[in-house]
């Protein structure tokens, strides 16, 4: 049975695996951002509501009540991460989109010092900026000529999924499907006016629902419990999964073969996870203060 630190890390992979094919589904859709976004809301907050009324009896009042502003600050986060995250897919290159994300770890870990004061190791400072060059090696041929807009949404994704690693990680014991429901919830009510749904053809419709019945709402409750068990910064370590997942997906998918810096960045990229979590495992975890 896998506990405590390891835990975090097995969380974080599979959560950063699932999140992987948002990129497929967004391309696959190929439609307006609003539209995508919203009906990818849609669809998430009934999975994610769904969850938790089955797996929670407390009144929806009073687990909102335990911590408001915490769920508050969640749901806002996170609804403004996807909408950034939609629209940087189709206003660049993915490549360019991934390769921003990739910087997570850095800004995280930053924040995670800045706001929690939790301590960054060498060790994973060092698998932090190998991870970063891994991931540049994998998309280093193919930026093409990305459009300005697309990468400061990339951008302004990475900040506001890192402020959200750590208030997942400064309150561990808030209710991950509740949180990730009022997100998407409130993501749908920011779409809305904006959406076309009647001009939306039936791929979106089932790209936008595979997206937020399924992938994303696993990912996302598997990534956000990752902080409870492992801090900040060796969850975000993870995040460069996805990069590499993409490449992947668009390989198995659409085949387009990977090159050959394709499969040495994800080389370097498994080995510095690797080093960062496996081969620091018998370093004591220390919980920030409050958490």
């Keep these: 049975m896998i506990e405590g630190r390891e835990r975090g890390w097995a969380l974080a992979a599979v959560g950063m695996l699932l999140v992987s094919t948002d990129s497929f589904f967004i391309r696959l859709a190929d439609f307006d951002s609003w539209t ?43 609804s403004a991460t996807q909408i950034s995250f939609v629209t940087a897919v189709n206003h660049t290159a993915v490549s360019n989109v991934v390769v921003i994300v990739a910087a997570t770890p850095i800004v995280s870990a930053g924040l995670a010092w800045l706001l929690l004061r939790e301590r960054t190791s060498r060790r994973v400072a060092i698998a932090i900026a190998v991870t970063v060059l891994g991931v540049v ?15 400061l949404l990339a951008l302004l994704a990475i900040l506001l999924v890192s402020l959200s690693l750590v208030l997942w990680r400064r309150s561990p014991d808030i209710d991950r499907p509740l949180a990730l429901a009022l997100s998407s919830a409130t993501m749908a009510l920011i779409t809305a006016p904006f959406a076309s749904i009647g001009a939306a053809p039936l791929r979106v419709f089932v790209a936008a629902g595979l997206m937020g019945l399924i992938f994303n709402p696993l990912g996302r409750l598997a990534y956000t419990t ?66």
């Design 137 to 151: 090696i994998v998309v280093g041929g193919s930026f093409g000529s990305p459009t300005l807009d697309g990468d």
């Design 226 to 291: 990752a902080p409870r068990y492992a801090p900040t910064a060796e969850v975000a370590l993870f995040t460069p999964i996805e990069t590499v997942a993409a490449t992947i997906w668009a390989w198995v998918f659409f085949s387009e073969r990977p090159a050959a810096p394709t499969v040495v960045g994800g080389v370097v990229v498994l080995v510095a996870v690797l080093y960062g979590t496996v081969g620091g495992r018998r370093r004591p975890l220390v919980r920030p203060t409050g958490s």
């Design 36 to 78: 995508i976004s919203f009906l990818f809301a849609c669809s998430s907050t009934l999975a994610l509501g769904a969850y938790f009324l089955v797996r929670t009896k407390e009144p929806l009042h009073r687990a909102f009540r335990r911590e408001p502003w915490s769920l508050a600050g969640l749901a806002l986060l996170s």
